[in-house]
Every structure is written in C-alpha cells, then in structure tokens.
C-alpha cells in the first residue's frame, strides 16, 4: 500500500502569493495531522482531523493558515498571503484510529521558501 | 505549555561507540514515542512506551520510560554508520489530547562515523 503522499515536495514562491499543500492520507487511516519542522522551533503540531473533523488547531499559528479535509482520504493546507517566516518543512502524518498510542506514519514533506 | 526536552542537541561518535539521549519533561505523558528521522524524509516510529519504568529493545536500540512518566531514554549499544540521523521523542499529553496529538522534543542529530 503507498505511504503518506504530500505535494509538491518543494515549493518556492514571492512574499505574498498564496501556497497550497497538499496530502493524501493511508488507504484506512481517519486522522489526519499537519505539523510544521524548522531547525528554531523543531517539529509542531499545526492541525489534527479525526473523521474529517478538526480537532485541535491551536498550533496554527495565525489566520493566514488554513486546513480542509474536503473527504476522507485527503487534506490541504493553505497559506494566505504567505511570509518568509513561513519557510520551512510541512509534514502530514496519517494514523489508523483515533488515540495517541496510534503510529503516526509520516509523509515525505513539502520544502517551502517564501522570498 | 508542555515542553520536551532532548539532550544532547547533537551528538559525533565512531562507529562501535554506545551512546544515550534523553527526553525529559516537568509533565507527565501517558505514553511516549521514539523516532527516527533521515535527510530529506518524514520522521519514522521506532517504539511506543505506555507504562512507568517499561523498557523496550529493538536490537541494539534499548527504550526506557521513567517511572514518573516525565522521561524517556534512548540507549544504543555499538553504533553503526546506518544509525546515523535525527532522534525525536514525542509524548502524548493526558490533558487536552482529544485522540493523537504529540508534543515533540527538538531532537538529537546523531552522526556515526566510520
């Protein structure tokens, strides 16, 4: 079965433009976790669904970040207008139940450069 | 706010050395995990650890929770040049956590050398 798929795996935009990312969640899988990874502040979590509902998003760090699950299998995150502060690593991790003693399996990530 | 702590932040052996990081906190978890994350890939799970002063093995990786269950521990015996990568501890809190969610440690870049 394939892993997490996330796209694109890298993308470079202008101050301002609008970044959509994209995740397709394990065949099965009903959570849903966006996390952010940079070398300052390390791995955090931004938004978890259960069964395409958010759960938690205090992690999102302001209004210009937004996630949908528009169905069961598959997620956007995105930001408007983006900012350079928002340069880093995005992950998406899918798990198969609801609980935190779950594996979370983790996507290849998407390399974000806001100039 | 819960924080979790990885000592050290980075870490240069020569292969057959051992070595220990640690994932302390002043909170407590009710489980803690383990992974393993390379360059230019998503973090990866090692281990779960759910009780007070379990200890788990996965061959020359050896997992402890504390009995607190505020810290965890991670032992390597006879490092390879294949463990080289970047260590992270995740734990999952008792208040607030609806279903999943991970605090994660900074993490500890482990590099082993020939």
């Known amino acids: 079965d394939a892993g997490v798929i996330q796209s694109p795996r890298h993308e470079v935009t202008e101050m301002g433009q609008e970044v959509t990312l994209r995740c397709k969640l394990i065949?099965?899988?009903?959570?849903l976790f966006w996390y952010r990874q940079t070398m300052m502040r390390g791995l955090e979590l931004l938004i978890y669904?259960?069964?395409?509902?958010?759960?938690?998003d205090s992690g999102m760090p302001e209004d210009r970040f937004s996630a949908k699950m528009p169905n069961a299998s598959f997620s956007t995150l995105k930001i408007q207008p983006s900012e350079p502060r928002d340069s880093a690593v995005y992950f998406c991790?899918?798990?198969?139940?609801?609980?935190?003693?779950?594996?979370?399996?983790f996507g290849p990530g998407t390399r974000l450069l806001v100039l | 706010t819960q924080l979790l702590e990885q000592s050290p932040q980075f870490l240069s052996i020569q292969e057959g050395e051992n070595l220990t990081v640690y994932c302390n906190s002043s909170s407590v978890f009710s489980s803690l995990q383990w992974y393993r994350q390379e360059p230019g890939e998503g973090p990866v799970l090692l281990v779960t650890?759910?009780?007070?002063?379990e200890v788990k093995k996965l061959k020359r990786l050896t997992f402890q929770f504390g009995d607190a269950r505020k810290d965890s521990s991670l032992h390597i015996t006879a490092a390879q040049p294949g463990d080289t990568g970047l260590y992270l501890c995740?734990?999952?809190?008792?208040?607030?956590?609806?279903?999943?969610?991970?605090?994660f440690g900074q993490g500890t870049e482990l590099s082993v050398k020939p």
């Open positions: 995740a734990g999952a809190p008792f208040t607030g956590n609806q279903g999943g969610k991970l605090i």
């Open positions: 065949s099965g899988h009903n959570s």
């Open positions: 669904f259960n069964n395409n509902v958010p759960i938690d």
């Open positions: 991790a899918s798990s198969r139940a609801r609980g935190s003693r779950e594996t979370q399996y």
């Open positions: 650890v759910v009780t007070g002063g």
